[in-house]
Nanobody, 126 residues
């Protein structure tokens, strides 16, 4: 069974840090793009960051560039999102997503990603 399982969410104060994990299983993801999206209450699900598993090329939304870092651990088949300098506006449910890699460009549309995790809540208090 192919699945993505997120963990690492929680409650943190403004300026704090969290590291989210996305454990991927059920297939080889070496030719996949792995991404993080987030969805705040009443808002659309938005792109946060992505990484090409083989090449390690990463992309970021403007709102998180310089504060968040995406990475992957081949041995553990896990993708991480290190979030620093967190702000209240980062509060959302964070989802891990995956799609086969077909291009080297940034793919930010959630409709392009066919595999999703269940999400993990991140709450940043002011």
């Amino acid at each position: 069974q192919v699945q993505l399982v997120e963990s690492g969410g929680g409650l943190v104060q403004t300026g704090g840090s969290l590291r989210l994990s996305c454990a991927a299983s059920g297939r080889t993801f070496s030719n996949y793009v792995m991404a993080w999206f987030r969805q705040a209450p009443g808002k659309e699900r938005e792109f946060v960051s992505s990484i090409m598993w083989s090449a390690g090329i990463a992309y970021y939304a403007d709102s998180v560039r310089g504060r968040f870092t995406i990475s992957r651990d081949n041995a553990k088949n896990t993708v991480y999102l290190q979030m620093n300098s967190l702000k209240p506006e980062d509060t959302a449910v964070y989802y891990c997503a995956a799609k086969p890699q077909t291009t080297m460009t940034k793919i930010t549309s959630r409709y392009e990603y066919g595999l999703w995790g269940q999400g993990t809540q991140v709450t940043v208090s002011s």
